[in-house]
């Protein structure tokens, strides 16, 4: 179909209603399942997108377990539990997840060439007034944007893990991206009771920028016998009131998370001071990631 870009008044994403927003998210990893779990509990109907069925499956279970668990704490009842999942379905087709979506989420990997895939299977489809943002947390959005053929409706919406529980968005405006698409997914945001944060387009944005050299620091700090990982964090909770030491931080992110960061920063400012610290890339190649190995600057096994 032909993708026209949201320029005139009638072609510009409406945020009159929240509710009449469909929503699809790429990707039912932890940062995807938990983007579609806001979306549906605040009311839309949401198309979740993933390679398999076992995957969409997962995806699904993850949601399920995590709404029990807002039940559970009385946050939630069990009839907003099984309203929320009942505007959730999944589909293993970008070309049936999206065609009737006036907003589109990827949240596939951060890998440069998937994520330019993706966005062209989704040009092919999807309206001319929908939005497509990318969940990227370290990757340029006029980057991302340079192969599609309307970059102005594209934009990157940063949500935070866990979803459900952060309240941060940071809404990355591209080089190209109209004016009206900011507007509306400030809005959009702002329906999920998060708290949207407009930044320009950098590598890494405010959130890594700021963050990822404080770890990699850190880690340095290790690396050079200056401190243990235990101290290090105290120092930090202790003396800067962090509530997660970085390190601590590090192994929830994941460290080949961290890492892939400190690799596009690097590679996007060109300055030295976001040269991974060797200990890092050590630990990444030896498999050693975090929480999700067991295994990463503390022991979870």
């Known amino acids: 179909m032909s993708v026209e870009p949201p320029k005139s ?3 510009k994403p409406s945020t009159s209603s929240q509710s009449d927003l469909s929503v699809t998210v790429i990707g039912g990893g932890t940062m995807g399942n938990g983007i579609a779990h806001v979306f549906a509990q605040s009311g839309h109907p949401v198309t979740l997108v993933d390679v398999s069925k076992e995957a969409c499956e997962r995806a699904f279970a993850t949601i399920e377990k995590n709404l029990g668990r807002m039940v559970t704490k009385e946050k939630l009842t069990e009839q907003q539990m099984q309203e929320t999942l009942q505007r959730l379905s999944t589909s293993m087709s970008i070309q049936e997840g ?7 989420v990827e949240a596939v990997p951060e890998v440069l060439q998937l994520k330019r895939d993706v966005y062209q299977d989704v040009e092919a489809v999807v309206e001319p007034n929908a939005v497509i943002a990318t969940n990227t947390s370290s990757i ?5 944007a340079n192969t599609l053929k309307h970059p102005e409706r594209f934009i990157g919406m940063h949500f935070f893990n866990p979803v459900p529980v952060m309240s941060l968005v940071e809404v990355v405006k591209g080089h190209q991206t109209d004016q009206a698409v900011v507007d509306a997914v400030m809005a959009w945001s702002q329906g999920l009771g998060k708290v949207p944060v407009p930044v320009n387009d950098s590598p ?3 959130s890594n920028r700021v963050l990822m050299p404080m770890i990699n620091e850190a880690i340095f700090s290790v690396y050079e016998g200056v401190a243990t990982p235990e101290h290090v964090d105290e120092v930090m909770k202790r003396g800067m009131a962090h509530p997660m030491g970085p390190l601590r931080l590090a192994d929830f992110i994941g460290l080949d998370v961290c890492l892939d960061i400190l690799r596009v920063l690097y590679e996007g400012f060109q300055d030295p001071k ?3 610290c060797p200990l890092l890339v050590k630990m990444v190649d030896a498999g050693t990631l975090g929480d999700k190995t067991g295994q990463g600057f503390y022991s979870y096994k």
């Open 274 to 276: 976001y040269r991974p």
């Open 98 to 104: 999206c065609q009737d979506a006036g907003l589109i």
């Open 204 to 206: 890494g944005f405010v």
């Open 140 to 144: 340029s959005i006029t980057k991302l």
């Open 9 to 11: 008044s009638s072609s």
